[in-house]
């Protein structure tokens, strides 16, 4: 009891306290209910932006894709007769450079000298054995018509056979002889074609067979690129032109990795005749000449080196180049309309990181909200506070002169090369995207204001 009458006033006090807080936060929240349900003023917001019109243009779409530089030719250098290596030459030397018919390596000579001597003896042999056969057969001629016989006599009497043998001995020394000096020249191991030595297996003092690899070259008048093109990327090249030697598909290539704007010019010379199991990708051959730049003046290619390529595809007839800057979600734009704006879904033929390619006659020359906007209700009030000049073909072509878009080289190599979407900035997952360079035609607007 005594306990009870200890704590009766600590609990009196709680109790007080909980009463008057539950009093006054309920008065508070009544008194801040009607300021949230206060009617609005009911006047719509009024959207400021820019606006522009676009003009129909021939537009030349680029193609944009990635491979690496391989060798056209790649040859293992052997030897057509053994023999013992006594010197490799300068030109065959890791990384040389060598023109066709240089001599790379040399073998001892003396066996091959040695039967160059045995096969002229056989020659003299063979020349001898075919006189006397001559002789022997005129003999046996005259042999017969002395004894006076009416009929002519038959192969064996004029020994036609024999003959002929002496004849077959003489043309195999002969040709045992060409074979020896063949053998001869064949010591010195010569360069097919103009090329490079990748890699070089054996040295001087060296016994090797007719199949002993020395080592290995590659030619330096061409170089090849397998460039991979997706389904949708074959829709706007005309690969039929490739064997039209009057209509060659030219490439553009250039080094991601490094800091110079070097370019080379390649064109398509064949396709490879199926997809890729894979990724289902049609990968075109494309051509380089002199990729070393021994006969020219420009910048040397390193094979296996990974390069950026943009192909000349088709060029569509009569189209809008819309800006990025004035797209609204996907594919969408606000067209104003009597200051009233209107969203417009558009279908997109083309598409590249900067801007979308569409043909829509009913968008020509229609007021477009070029600002940046955020959400737009449909029929929202507009206010026009600049009006930007009209994209001429002027303009939308110098965009497209400008189609130098740098691709972010990959960190390690994929198994094949990616097509257009993976080498640029991704934009639409719906679309594959070709990279173009950075061109807003728009003149700059006022940022949007909106009024109450």
């Known amino acids: 009891m005594q306990y009870l009458l200890r704590i009766l006033p600590a609990l009196i006090i709680l109790g007080l306290g909980y009463l008057g807080w539950e009093h006054f936060a309920v008065y508070e929240l009544k008194e801040r209910a009607p300021s949230r349900r206060a009617p609005s003023s009911g006047k719509r917001r009024v959207i400021e932006t820019a606006v522009t019109s676009l003009a129909p243009i021939d537009y030349q779409i680029h193609i944009l894709t990635q491979g690496i530089v391989q060798t056209s030719v790649t040859t293992p250098i052997s030897s057509s007769v053994p023999g013992k290596i006594i010197e490799i030459h300068d030109s065959f030397q890791n990384g040389a450079f060598f023109k066709k018919g240089d001599i790379l390596?040399?073998?001892?000579?003396?066996?091959?000298?040695?039967?160059?001597?045995?096969?002229?003896?056989?020659?003299?042999?063979?020349?001898?054995?075919?006189?006397?056969?001559?002789?022997?057969?005129?003999?046996?001629?005259?042999?017969?018509?002395?004894?006076?016989?009416?009929?002519?006599?038959?192969?064996?009497?004029?020994?036609?056979?024999?003959?002929?043998?002496?004849?077959?001995?003489?043309?195999?020394?002969?040709?045992?002889?060409?074979?020896?000096?063949?053998?001869?020249?064949?010591?010195?191991?010569?360069?097919?074609?103009?090329?490079?030595?990748?890699?070089?297996?054996?040295?001087?003092?060296?016994?090797?067979?007719?199949?002993?690899?020395?080592?290995?070259?590659?030619?330096?008048?061409?170089?090849?690129?397998?460039?991979?093109?997706?389904?949708?990327?074959?829709?706007?090249?005309?690969?039929?032109?490739?064997?039209?030697?009057?209509?060659?598909?030219?490439?553009?290539?250039?080094?991601?990795?490094?800091?110079?704007?070097?370019?080379?010019?390649?064109?398509?010379?064949?396709?490879?005749?199926?997809?890729?199991?894979?990724?289902?990708?049609?990968?075109?051959?494309?051509?380089?000449?002199?990729?070393?730049?021994?006969?020219?003046?420009?910048?040397?290619?390193?094979?296996?080196?990974?390069?950026?390529?943009?192909?000349?595809?088709?060029?569509?007839?009569?189209?809008?180049?819309?800006?990025?800057?004035?797209?609204?979600?996907?594919?969408?734009?606000?067209?104003?309309?009597?200051?009233?704006?209107?969203?417009?879904?558009?279908?997109?033929?083309?598409?590249?990181?900067d801007a979308i390619i569409t043909r829509a006659p009913e968008l020509h020359n229609v007021q477009i909200a070029s600002s940046k906007l955020g959400f737009v209700a449909e029929g929202s009030k507009v206010k026009i506070i600049e009006r930007a000049p009209q994209i001429e073909n002027e303009t939308q072509t110098e965009i497209k002169a400008q189609a130098d878009t740098k691709l972010k080289p990959p960190g390690n190599l994929p198994s094949r090369a990616p097509h257009e979407t993976k080498a640029s900035t991704k934009i639409d997952p719906k679309t594959h995207l070709n990279a173009e360079p950075k061109a807003n035609p728009i003149s700059k607007t006022a940022p949007l204001t909106p009024q109450g």
Do not use: C
């Not at 074609?193 to 297996?201: E, M, P, Q, T």
């Open 105 to 353: 390596a040399s073998l001892d000579t003396e066996d091959f000298l040695a039967q160059i001597i045995s096969a002229e003896a056989d020659l003299a042999r063979a020349e001898a054995s075919l006189a006397q056969e001559n002789a022997r057969a005129q003999q046996a001629r005259r042999n017969w018509e002395d004894i006076g016989f009416d009929h002519e006599p038959n192969d064996l009497v004029l020994r036609i056979p024999q003959l002929k043998e002496a004849e077959a001995n003489l043309k195999a020394a002969q040709a045992d002889l060409t074979r020896a000096h063949r053998n001869l020249e064949r010591t010195h191991i010569r360069a097919p074609y103009d090329g490079r030595v990748r890699s070089l297996l054996v040295g001087p003092g060296q016994t090797i067979s007719v199949n002993t690899t020395l080592g290995e070259i590659y030619s330096t008048e061409t170089a090849h690129i397998r460039l991979p093109l997706s389904s949708r990327q074959l829709n706007f090249i005309d690969l039929g032109q490739i064997h039209k030697q009057d209509r060659p598909i030219p490439v553009e290539l250039k080094d991601p990795l490094s800091q110079q704007p070097y370019r080379w010019q390649a064109q398509i010379v064949r396709t490879e005749g199926e997809l890729d199991n894979s990724s289902r990708e049609l990968f075109v051959i494309a051509e380089i000449q002199d990729p070393f730049g021994l006969k020219s003046d420009q910048p040397p290619l390193r094979f296996n080196q990974v390069v950026n390529a943009q192909i000349q595809g088709q060029t569509l007839k009569d189209v809008l180049v819309i800006p990025r800057d004035i797209i609204h979600g996907s594919s969408s734009i606000i067209t104003v309309m009597d200051q009233i704006a209107h969203r417009r879904d558009i279908d997109i033929l083309w598409a590249t990181p």
